[in-house]
């Protein structure tokens, strides 16, 4: 099964080792960062649902989150190809990383699959086979039709984009590791240029239908936004980052200022085109977030990013995302289609919503997803070694359905000392643990290891 050709190392300049580095060498931050875009997108398919008998409230409470799901998802993209350049190895195999890859998201997503079937036929619909076999087999974001692309558990689509990744990866990588070191900024601002190029280019396609939420053209909206290898160039613009970090060409900044521009770009999000603001003012933001947050652990600064509970969290995203959507939308059926409340009452049914969603999340990682990566995740000689009761590392990457954990540093990678760091208060930062990546030399394929107890996060698909 491992047998096969691999990639070409590229090498990176070992550091001496020191007693500092093993807090270093994880990167929580990354970890928790998916739970927060996580919860992002379950905000925003809440607002989806008329759950506010005020309708100001409700108006309110949809304008805030109205963009907050699509960059989430494009969040998602971006970081799944940073953690799995990462984390990639010069000994591993091209089918021994697809085999990883779809036993991290395919075994979720075939349960919610059938999940969604049966709560369908509860509510009096079922799926027509080519809505339900397109989307059983991870296909369907490649078919231009809202009723194909978005049904049954209509997060999938992006599992969808995510498997494209996984198989073109291997080809990428070798790509992104030919490019020269001082010419990787270059090459990150050509990609990011292209994405924000593509609502333009969208503009060639036919200008109707329309879509059922906005006057916005399906066919436009299907290539912006969910077309793979459209959405392929949010995830090499990831690998190309981390590229950045791993040949010491970062540019310094923090995580907090990281932060404020992903902020500035929401609210910019919120007030240009549709289209644009789907993924094109975001994606500098997004790109530059990442590995500064990475840099912060790199360097030992404190982060509040690292904390254990958030960590944790991390480990089961790509479950809360798997599960999310369904309890938001057959919850409410349950309750009342028509039925509203007010806005305290409102907020509450939120909350009493997700803390359901972490349950069939915890659910969902402890009795399926880790139990599978435990069982075919490695090589049938190292699978006995791999038995262990402790969940699989969240840092393997999201890619858009795998939840990350904490990431492991490569070795090779030279990393600032903790008194040569700059300032040591980063505003978003205080100190952790995550677990979930184990990286190898600087051009190799990703290697999806069962994560150790006190690491504990993927870094896997996107929402």
């Known amino acids: 099964m491992d047998s096969g050709p691999r ?3 590229h090498p990176v300049p070992a550091k001496p080792a020191d007693p500092g580095r093993e807090l270093r060498n994880r990167l929580e931050s990354l970890t928790s960062l998916r739970f927060v875009a996580a919860v992002v997108v379950f905000l925003f398919h809440s607002s989806l649902e008329p759950l506010f008998s005020d309708p100001d409230a409700g108006r309110a409470y949809a304008r805030v989150l109205e963009m907050a799901g699509w960059i989430g998802v494009s969040f998602f993209f971006v970081l799944s190809g940073f953690v799995l350049t990462w984390s990639a190895r010069s000994n591993d195999t091209v089918l021994g990383v697809w085999r990883r890859r779809a036993v991290r998201i395919y075994p979720n997503h075939v349960v919610m699959w059938g999940v969604a079937i049966v709560l369908m036929g509860w509510a009096g619909g079922m799926p027509q086979w080519w809505q ?5 087999f991870l296909v369907h974001s490649m078919i231009p039709k809202i009723t ?4 049954l558990n209509d997060v999938s689509w ?3 984009c995510e498997a494209f990744f996984y198989l073109l990866f291997p080809l990428l990588l070798r790509i992104v590791n030919r490019i020269r070191p001082e010419r990787l900024w270059y090459w990150a ?3 990011a240029a ?3 190029l593509m609502p333009a280019v969208a503009q060639l396609l036919p200008a109707g239908p329309a879509l059922p939420f906005d006057p916005t053209s399906t066919w436009r909206f299907w290539f912006v936004y969910v077309f793979p290898p459209v959405r392929t160039l949010d995830f090499v613009l990831g690998m190309i980052m981390a590229r950045v970090l791993v040949e010491r060409r970062w540019i310094g900044l923090r995580t907090t200022p990281a932060v404020a521009l992903l902020v500035a770009a929401y609210l910019l999000a919120l007030n240009v085109p549709f289209l644009y603001g789907l993924a094109a003012v975001s994606i500098v933001p997004m790109a530059l977030l990442i590995p500064a947050a990475a840099s912060a652990d790199l360097a030992g600064r404190p982060s509040r990013l690292r904390a254990h509970g958030l960590v944790r969290l991390g480990e089961i995203s790509f479950a809360l ?3 999310h959507r369904l309890v938001l939308v057959y919850g409410k059926k349950a309750l009342g289609t028509d039925l509203t409340w007010s806005t305290p009452v409102a907020l509450g049914v939120v909350a009493a919503a997700f803390g359901l969603c972490l349950t069939g999340a915890w659910l969902l990682s402890t009795f399926v997803e880790w139990p599978m990566v435990r069982l075919l995740g490695s090589p049938r000689a190292d699978r006995r070694a791999s038995l262990s009761d402790t969940p699989p590392d969240a840092a393997d990457a999201p890619d858009a359905g795998d939840a990350p954990s904490a990431v492991d540093v490569p070795n090779t990678v030279d990393v600032p000392d903790t008194a040569d760091a700059p300032d040591t208060a980063d505003g978003v930062d205080a100190p952790g643990a995550t677990a979930g990546i184990t990286p190898g030399s600087n051009d190799l394929l990703v290697d999806l290891p069962v994560p150790r107890a006190e690491s504990g996060v993927d870094a896997g698909t996107a929402p």
């Open 194 to 196: 292209a994405v924000m």
């Open 321 to 323: 995302y798997m599960v």
């Open 7 to 9: 990639l070409a190392a």
């Open 189 to 191: 601002g050509a990609v």
């Open 148 to 151: 194909v692309f978005s049904n």
């Open 158 to 160: 992006s599992l969808s």
């Open 132 to 136: 339900a076999v397109p989307n059983l």
